[in-house]
């Protein structure tokens, strides 16, 4: 750009509202994080959502339709009614196939490993990719996920906005600490693993290496997620020393992060990676797998294991337990930073 030269203006669009309705967890959280940086950054945005979503990012709620799949159709149809010409952004994977669309696409697990999913998400694979292919504008998460959308035949250029952690995901005191562990049952020491119930993120391979560990010394492996029907069953084996809390708010999870001998990220897919950022930021060291994308969110800072195998995991897991793991810098990077990424795509 020419020194002096005013960027280019964004024409004004419509934030697809749909993903507000949902738990703010995977992508709807970090959706919901862009969005508000974006309209912090001067986003020139109007976000329409359906009706009984009590959300104030939304500007405006439309009719829609009834039943489980009511949000859905109202996507692919009340939706680019109301944006008429004007485009509108999607920020969790799906997308309207009709009209103008920039879409922020997460990953393609359903078609990387549809054994992972139900029959159901695996036409919801089909169905993202399809919007990909027709959109006026696509990002993704990282260069890995970039090469796979080319691959599949999506059209460029396809930019890349990189995640952030929340700036309130820090480690809360000793005590706050001490006060969330002890309510949920969770004693010290332990490993840590998030959405355990996602087959992708393997937690059996971390299961088995914890329970060749634990013979000689004793910690817990605890798990956090809830199982969801989009998935196929995760069947944990029975022992006393893995404790399964379940879905945890924010506050909780940095307080589990914030008390683990280290994160386990023991994934065979990921679009990105951020629970082992968030780890970092709490000051927990993280264990993960040897795979492009973890690498790049992860700035080849992290310590790495093959996919798959548990000798390999069970020692990194002996060397966190025994204090043998350092704790790298937080990475230096913001959602002020993922918005400008965004607002420079839309400049496009």
Not at 243 to 268: E, F, I, Q, W
Request: with cysteine.
């Amino acid at each position: 750009m020419i020194r002096g030269q005013l960027k280019p203006s964004i024409e004004p669009l419509v934030v697809n509202g749909r993903f507000l309705r949902a738990t703010p967890t995977g992508l709807a959280r970090v959706a919901r994080s862009l969005l508000e940086a974006g309209l912090t950054a001067g986003l020139p945005a109007e976000v329409v959502a359906p009706p009984g979503i009590p959300d104030p990012l939304i500007s405006r709620h439309t009719r829609s339709f009834s039943g489980g799949l009511g949000d859905r159709l109202w996507e692919q149809t009340v939706l680019p009614a109301v944006a008429r010409r004007r485009r509108v952004l999607s920020l969790t994977n799906t997308a309207p196939i009709a009209g103008r669309n920039v879409m922020w696409v997460h990953d393609l697990a359903p078609l990387v490993g549809p054994q992972w999913f139900t029959r159901s998400m695996r036409l919801y694979g089909e169905l993202v990719l399809h919007a990909a292919r027709r959109a006026e504008r696509v990002f993704t998460v990282s260069e890995q996920i970039r090469e796979e959308l080319v691959s599949a035949g999506v059209k460029g250029p396809i930019g890349v906005v990189r995640s952030a952690v929340d700036p309130g995901l820090v480690a809360p005191g000793p005590a706050e600490t001490a006060a969330a562990l002890k309510r949920l049952g969770v004693h010290e020491p332990y490993l840590l693993i998030v959405g355990w119930t996602d087959p992708r993120k393997d937690a059996l391979t971390a299961v088995a290496a914890h329970l060749r560990v634990a013979k000689s010394r004793p910690h817990q492996l605890v798990l956090v997620g809830l199982p969801r029907p989009i998935f196929t069953a995760v069947d944990l084996p029975d022992s006393d020393t893995i404790h399964v809390v379940g879905y945890v708010d924010d506050s909780d999870l940095r307080a589990l992060l914030a008390g683990a001998a280290a994160l386990l990220y023991p994934s065979h897919y990921e679009g990105f990676g951020l629970p082992p950022i968030e780890a970092w930021q709490c000051g927990t060291p993280a264990i993960v797998s040897d795979i492009p994308s973890v690498r790049e969110a992860t700035q080849n800072r992290a310590v790495y294991v093959p996919t798959g195998d548990v000798a390999a995991w069970a020692e990194a897991m002996e060397a966190a337990l025994e204090g043998h793991i350092p704790t790298p810098e937080p990475v230096q990077w913001s959602w002020s930073d993922a918005a400008e990424q965004l607002l420079a795509i839309l400049r496009t």
